[in-house]
């Protein structure tokens, strides 16, 4: 579910299924089991957590990033979905339970507002190995509420492509993974693909290509079931597929799409996951055809997740993605995959498009994988425009495969005039050939913000 702009609203198609929800809330079935099952033969475990941490304790900061409020800064309001809760790293909204799970638990206060949980994982790598499969999988009880004290209720597993980071603008294109969504209080997982644009497109946006069914045995609120979703590439053509506790219940093969589409979602550094308890927004809403959550809806139910964790079978190894762009093409700056201080912004310079902004001492952008070629570059253009003070001044610099390399060539800008007086300046860089994880870093003697960038490149 979007943590991010997508925003599952589907909406009339899917009302008569909220007449459906059954009324009862019924007992946890199942407990969590102690650890994440050893792989099946083939299978590589990859990565995993198993949220063993002592009661009322936060997830591993090594593992995962708590996500904080109602969206990512700069990036579109209520996470994109139109939900309603503030995320927290309160441990009464997000805590291990003692019991070997992670528990995500929305709250309302006495003034009628809701909080609750969002975490994504640090890695935003995960792919299939070069013609091989991924498998993330994770076991998982959904709220423990049904009928009109669930209406609101959007508990989701899902994974979002790594160019998502840092852009907030780019869904779907950059594909969105849903491996099991669930809203107020039915019986029923859904699986869908996020694509291409939004509305409309291959992926029919906002809703995506889904399918859903009843959880097996033990509904999905009552019991753990273990919910999987696999990235097949050892097959022609490639496919995706949905599990609930090892059955299959829907597909997408790559030739159903535009061959476009399908490589800017796939052709990437990989994907992150996130776990969240949604309340309110797009897809709730649609189901029951009213705005959600109502006064019925009962707050402290708790979304409990045993482990997650990330298998890779056949292929040679972790894939290493194609290059991100090239370093003699226009680079848009504000097209990172990751940045730390900046914010973006749109211009009305002449060349158009949006920014990086409001650059200042330590800040700095990433760009994946731009190949140089094997003709070594030795200039760096970048288009910049500053309205810092007088005297503040600061150095836009090039580095390779980390912030803090030594950079490989910089210049110096202070005012250029202003914000919009946007100047074109160019660098001398050390020779440069093959394929690197570009930065831009920010370096200043003071702390104000001293410039921001339009696009860049690289010439010979």
């Known amino acids: 579910m979007p943590q991010s702009p997508p925003a599952h609203r589907r909406l009339s198609r899917l009302s008569a299924i909220g007449a459906a929800v059954a009324v009862a809330v019924l007992p946890l079935a199942a407990p969590a089991q102690a650890a994440i099952p050893p792989p099946d033969p083939g299978w590589t475990q990859v990565w995993g957590d198993d949220f063993t941490g002592a009661a009322n304790t936060l997830p591993s900061s090594a593992n995962w990033i708590i996500d904080l409020g109602h969206g990512y800064p700069g990036g579109p309001a209520n996470w994109g979905t139109g939900e309603i809760a503030a995320h927290t790293n309160n441990p009464a909204n997000l805590s291990h339970d003692g019991a070997g799970n992670l528990r995500i638990t929305p709250l309302r206060d006495a003034a009628g507002n809701w909080t609750s949980g969002r975490i994504e994982t640090q890695r935003s790598n995960f792919r299939p190995p070069a013609g091989g499969v991924l498998r993330i999988e994770g076991r998982i009880q959904m709220p423990n509420v049904t009928g009109n004290a669930a209406l609101g209720y959007w508990p989701a597993f899902w994974a979002l492509g790594s160019p998502y980071r840092g852009n907030y603008w780019n869904w779907p294109g950059i594909g969105e993974y849903d491996i099991m969504e669930n809203v107020n209080g039915i019986n029923s997982v859904w699986g869908v693909l996020h694509c291409g644009v939004s509305p409309g497109g291959p992926c029919n946006e906002t809703n995506g290509i889904g399918a859903s069914r009843a959880c097996p045995g033990a509904s999905c609120q009552s019991a753990f079931h273990t919910y999987r979703f696999e990235w097949d590439q050892s097959v022609s053509p490639n496919q995706l597929r949905w599990y609930v506790d090892g059955q299959q219940f829907h597909s997408i093969s790559q030739n159903q799409l535009p061959a476009d589409t399908w490589n800017q979602m796939t052709s990437h550094a990989g994907y992150f996951i996130i776990l969240n308890v949604a309340m309110g ?18 707050p402290g139910r708790s979304m409990l997740v045993d ?5 890779t079978r056949g292929g040679g190894g972790q894939e290493p ?3 991100g762009g090239n370093a003699y093409e226009r680079i848009q700056a504000e097209g990172f995959q990751q940045q730390s201080g900046l914010s973006t912004g749109t211009t009305t310079d002449v060349d158009g498009g949006g920014y990086v902004g409001w650059a200042a001492n330590g800040d700095w952008a990433r760009y994946n994988r731009i190949d140089f070629g094997s003709t070594p570059a030795r200039q760096f253009v970048a288009r910049v425009a500053s309205g810092a003070a007088g005297g503040v001044s600061g150095l836009v610099e090039v580095r390779l495969g980390s912030p803090t390399a030594t950079p490989i060539g ?6 250029t005039g202003g914000w919009e007086s946007w100047r074109t300046v160019p660098a001398n860089i050390s020779p440069t050939t093959g394929v690197h994880d570009v930065y831009l870093t920010f370096s200043s003697g003071q702390p104000a913000d001293f410039v921001n960038v339009n696009w860049f490149n690289f010439a010979r």
């Open 410 to 415: 910089s210049f110096s800008v202070g005012n």
């Open 281 to 298: 927004g797009g897809f709730p809403d649609g189901v029951a055809g009213r705005a959600t959550p109502v006064p019925e809806t009962v």
């Open 321 to 323: 993605p194609p290059p």
């Open 307 to 311: 482990y997650v964790a990330v298998w």
